[in-house]
């Protein structure tokens, strides 16, 4: 995966991270090509070997299980893997697509290998897009923050590098909380999204994890956090460089034919 340096971003990195009375808010919104880079293409081939070693274990316990009038019925590690976020995990295209959440993942996060932590149930595939924004912004207006208000076009600039109509969205929902490689000591929650458009080759990773305010000191004002692969930069703040102060299309005035094709 290649990080992709776009400033158009900016904004809505330094608009993600801040501190509210009880945590503090790291967030971010990062995009990537799928072109294999470095040790993607082994990686991609070890993923695809972990999946058939366990759909075949999986596979052979449950008919060593099953009784022979029963000769269907499946386990639910073998239901998953045939029923999984991405598609059926005996195709190539679904494992696939997981690799490049997992290569996001550890492109964003080099010092962590996620790809020995998550399985493909550690995903959800999200069916409305339009449900998805409202969410996010739902969760930023608790914290305080009118998204509409403070990032007037940060959907329009996703929009403009993702073509979000035609991308898969996925989140990252884990079954056990305990085995969370983001449950980092003073974790309270997170929120993460992928957006995954096939033909554009790009995964755009947006996310949010409030972090307790007794584990990590506040931050000057008027400086803000932004993370950025391999490193942290810290930044002066200035909201409205980037930003027009008109409507967002995908504000509350969303048009009827878009919000259609927005269900996917």
């Known amino acids: 995966m290649k ?16 501190d509210t009375p009880d945590c503090r808010i790291v967030g971010g ?47 639910k590690a073998v239901y998953q893997t045939l029923h999984s976020p991405f598609g059926p995990l005996d195709q190539t295209s679904a494992r696939k697509t997981f690799a490049y959440m997992i290569a996001t993942l550890n492109a964003s996060h080099p010092d ?3 790809s020995s932590v998550l399985r493909p149930s550690d995903f959800r595939r999200e069916k409305s897009l339009r449900n998805v924004i409202n969410s996010f912004k739902t969760t930023m207006f608790n914290l305080g923050v009118n998204v509409n208000r403070s990032l007037p076009r940060m959907w329009d600039t996703i929009d403009s590098e993702m073509d979000l109509t035609h991308c898969n969205v996925y989140s990252y929902s884990p079954d056990d909380m305990s085995d969370d490689p983001y449950g980092e ?18 995964v755009c990773y947006l996310y949010l994890r409030a972090i307790s305010a007794l584990s990590h000191s ?8 932004i993370h950025t692969p391999g490193g942290l930069n810290w930044e002066e703040s200035d909201e409205s460089e980037g930003w027009s102060e008109s409507k967002s299309i995908w504000g509350d005035g969303i048009d009827e034919d878009m919000a259609e094709s927005m269900d996917v």
């Open 3 to 18: 990080f992709l340096p776009l400033r158009e971003l900016d904004p809505i990195n330094r608009a993600l991270s801040f």
């Open 29 to 75: 919104c990062e995009i990537y090509t799928t072109k294999a880079a470095g040790g993607d293409k082994k990686l991609y081939k070890n993923i695809s070997n972990t999946l058939t070693s366990r759909y075949e274990a999986d596979r052979r316990l449950s008919e060593s299980l099953s009784p022979p009038d029963h000769g269907t019925m499946q386990s």
């Open 112 to 114: 962590y290998d996620f």
């Open 185 to 202: 000591e003073g974790l309270i929650w997170s929120t993460i999204y992928f957006f995954f458009n096939k033909h554009k080759k790009r």
């Open 218 to 225: 506040p931050v000057d004002s008027g400086t803000f956090f």
